[in-house]
């Protein structure tokens, strides 16, 4: 039983979504009047949105490291799954010891890529 006040539920008052009494959302637009014209302009698709480029200053050493770390993370937990969960700590530490990287700069895997590999400079190319 509903309150006193409201309509009873018979199909004649039944609305199941009425959103008459909202407006579209649309975002604010910007006060400079060069920039609105812009903004205009794009969300009629007169402009087109901008090519997207992936540049990336990543090195060879870079590459490596991400790729080392990445098949041990992995390993980790295919071992974790397959053959038990001690596995599990190894990825952990790894984790732990990325952890501390960010902090101290030392990382091990950069410290045998700087031993075992020349500096070079960055590789500037579409990734």
Request: hydrophobic fraction near 45%; charge should be neutral.
């Amino acid at each position: 039983m509903l309150a006193p006040g409201f309509p009873s539920a018979n199909e004649e008052n039944v609305v199941l979504c009425d959103r008459s009494h909202r407006t579209p959302a649309t975002p604010a637009l910007p006060s400079d009047p060069v920039a609105e014209a812009i903004f205009r302009a794009s969300r009629e698709g007169k402009i087109p949105p901008p090519a997207m480029t992936l540049k990336t200053s990543m090195t060879a050493k870079n590459r490596i490291h991400d790729g080392i770390v990445g098949a041990l993370v992995l390993s980790g937990i295919l071992l974790g799954l397959t053959q038990g969960p001690i596995w599990l700590y190894a990825t952990g530490a790894l984790a732990a010891l990325m952890i501390q990287s960010a902090f101290t700069g030392f990382c091990p895997v950069y410290w045998a890529l700087d031993r075992f590999m020349a500096d070079e400079q960055p590789n500037r190319s579409s990734a």
